[in-house]
Structure formats: C-alpha cells, structure tokens
C-alpha cells in the first residue's frame, strides 16, 4: 500500500461509520450490515505490511464471504416466507454452466482453496458476449461445486425459485438468463460486498470483475505477486477482467 493510499485508509478509519438510521427495523438491519463490513474491512487492510499481501487478502476474501453468509441468515430472520420457496438443491447446477463474473477477492478466495492446477480459456471477456457461453464452470466436478465453502458471492446470493426456469435457460441456451429469485434475499446477500468494494474504490484499488476461471488461473501462478500489485493499487488483474 502507498503512502497516499496508508492516509486516505486512516481518514477512513477516523471517520464515523455509515449513519444507521432509526425508526424502521428493516433499513437499521441493512445499514448495520453494511457499517459492520465497512469497518471490518478497514481493519483488515490497515494490517498490510510490505510482505503480507497475500494473507491481507485471503483474509479480505474470507470477511467478505462469511459477512454475506450473515446478511443471508439476516435475510432468511427478515422474510422466513422466503426460504421455503427456494427450489436450489445439493447435485443441481444448472446456474453453474456460465463463464462467472466476480470480484477479484472472489477469485482470491477460491484460488486459496487446494485446487488442481486450472488450464481455463475464453474466446472472450466481452460482457454480453459471456452471457452467450454455456460452458460449464472449472470448478464444477462430478456435478459438485468443487469449492463450496469458498464460493463467489454471486454464488452465496444466486439462487431460483423455478429450477424448470434453470434447465430450460442451459438447454435452450437463453442469453438472457433471467431466473425468478426473491430479491430481498439477494440483495441482503450482496450487501457486505457492496460495503467492501466501497472502501477499495476510495483506496484505488481495483474494484473491476473479472473472469472466475481466468483469474484463478492466474493466481495459481503467482498468488503473492497479483495479491500483492493488486493491494498496491496496481492492474495486475486487467488481462482478467470482464470488458465492456
């Protein structure tokens, strides 16, 4: 971490935590997950030192992915009429057949997990054009996510309420690939993550997504190098990152 990124990191840190606002149970949960993860993520960082980089960030990634289990519990205490109307079972993984765009501390997190060497290419990084590849994800084996508990984000969140809607979006090959989901459920799930790139994007550091496959590629060659550039504030993921 620079010098101006080390000031601008305390001036966050002396800063007030995002106003929790009072009077509706709703809004005050959300906020407090939010300032919770703001902070926790401020901790983490100010931890950085010249030759930590690579335990920093597998430290981020693991507070980002337990603080979404959370807000997915909170989620589930919120609205218990939710949950049951979610048709997502152990061996299904018809959302698992798409080139995964997410946060490069997704990426982090599953290449910390003991995973075979990836040998992982695209003909593309294109936005749309990504959505048009029913290619299965790498990390898919046997039919079973390969490292579940360090899973994206997108992953923690994604979930169906018609698992006929899935199959038919993999079969047919439906670009769109809209899916009935109940939203409060993932929006609560994407909260710690919104709250985390917020800090990164005030340090400058990359906050861009990237590829899943192409990333943890990437980071199986050099973990503490990327980790390292990256926390610098440097691009070292950009010949990873989803394009526009």
């Known amino acids: 971490m620079t010098r101006a990124m080390r000031k601008r990191l305390q001036r966050l840190m002396e800063a007030k935590p995002p106003l929790i606002r009072r009077g509706d149970p709703q809004q005050e949960r959300v906020d407090t997950l939010y300032a919770n993860q703001v902070r926790q993520t401020l901790e983490i960082l100010a931890g950085l030192s010249g030759d930590n980089a690579a335990t920093v960030a597998t430290a981020l990634s693991r507070s980002l992915h337990h603080a979404c289990q959370q807000a997915w519990q909170a989620a589930a205490e919120q609205f218990p009429e939710a949950p049951p109307k979610i048709h997502c079972r152990q061996g ?8 995964l765009q997410v946060h490069i ?14 040998n992982y290419s695209l003909p593309t990084r294109q936005r749309a054009s990504l959505k048009k590849i029913f290619k299965a994800c790498p990390m898919l084996v046997d039919g079973q996510c390969s490292v579940y508990e360090h899973r994206p984000v997108i992953c923690r969140a994604y979930h169906s309420t018609d698992v006929a809607a899935c199959q038919r979006v993999v079969e047919i090959q439906v670009a769109g690939r809209q899916i009935p989901m109940d939203l409060r459920l993932y929006g ?3 909260l710690p993550q919104e709250a985390t790139m917020k800090v990164l994007e005030e340090l400058g550091i990359d906050r861009r997504p990237v590829v899943l496959g192409l990333a943890v590629a990437a980071l199986q060659q050099d973990f503490a190098g990327l980790t390292g550039n990256w926390l610098r504030g440097g691009d070292a ?8």
């Open 92 to 99: 299904c993984n018809w959302c698992c057949h798409e080139p």
């Open 188 to 190: 609560y799930t994407g």
């Open 105 to 118: 501390l997704d990426a982090i997190g599953v290449a910390s997990a003991n995973l075979p060497p990836l």
């Open 237 to 244: 993921f950009d010949p990873h990152t989803v394009q526009e």
